[in-house]
């Protein structure tokens, strides 16, 4: 039990488009999804959180309007890279929970990497 | 915010060899800690978690960890390790009451058949 999914596995753009990335839980209602990004050789760096129905929650230095995250459902996360550039090249990593606020494990999906040209 | 630092990022050791990998975090208050595993391929998996309690944890696999206040360390361990052991080990840290990780960087095991 406790499966994620994301979709794409990995995907390649021009620089300048947007690429929406998405995150679900498959057999459990996620009340609180994460988004993190990884680089070459670091840690996972936690991006947002975001709960069912309402505004995502950013980390410091993450711009919420490049980043644009949308929780509409209890097993759907999509966060959109908008006009990506390359330097937005990256792992991401969703993970999810199924309580709010509450410490709960977080189930992570298989990440999306993303090279942008 | 917490902090987490992981040394010795790649470790190689033999079969049957005990493994030690040590996590240290820096936070003022009250934390929950946990160990994710990645094996080649595969997404991050729980290996263990500490919230509360025996600061010495059980977790899956024959890995323990114990949890030193004192040391502000998480400290992971297993007595023997097995070939399918070779993973890359994250240790992570949430302030209580928050489900915000912070992740270290990460050890990257490989066991030698």
């Known amino acids: 039990g406790a499966v994620v999914s994301q979709h794409p596995s990995r995907v390649i753009c021009k620089s300048g488009t947007s690429v929406k990335i998405e995150c679900r839980s498959l057999?459990?209602?996620?009340?609180?999804m994460f988004w993190y990004r990884q680089f070459p050789k670091q840690s996972l760096m936690l991006m947002a959180t975001s709960n069912e129905g309402s505004k995502a929650t950013y980390e410091q230095g993450v711009e919420k309007d490049k980043f644009l995250i949308n929780h509409a459902s209890l097993t759907l996360s999509t966060l959109t890279v908008t006009s990506a550039h390359p330097e937005d090249s990256s792992f991401y990593i969703c993970?999810?929970?199924?309580?709010?606020?509450?410490?709960?494990?977080?189930?992570f999906g298989p990440g999306t990497r993303l090279l942008v040209l | 915010a917490q902090s987490v630092s992981q040394h010795n990022h790649h470790v190689i050791l033999s079969e049957a060899a005990s493994l030690e990998l040590g996590c240290n975090y820096s936070?003022?208050?009250?934390?929950?800690l946990f160990w994710y595993v990645q094996y080649p391929g595969q997404h991050l998996q729980l290996l263990l978690k500490y919230f509360s309690g025996d600061p010495l944890v059980k977790g899956i696999k024959g890995f323990e960890a114990e949890f030193i206040k004192s040391k502000f360390s998480f400290n992971l361990r297993k007595p023997s390790v097995q070939w399918s052991d070779t993973a890359e080990y994250f240790c992570a840290v949430s302030p209580l009451g928050n489900n915000r990780l912070a992740f270290g960087k990460g050890n990257q095991v490989v066991v030698i058949p």
């Open positions: 936070y003022g208050g009250t934390v929950n």
């Open positions: 993970s999810a929970s199924a309580a709010r606020g509450r410490l709960e494990t977080q189930y």
């Open positions: 057999d459990f209602q996620a009340t609180t």
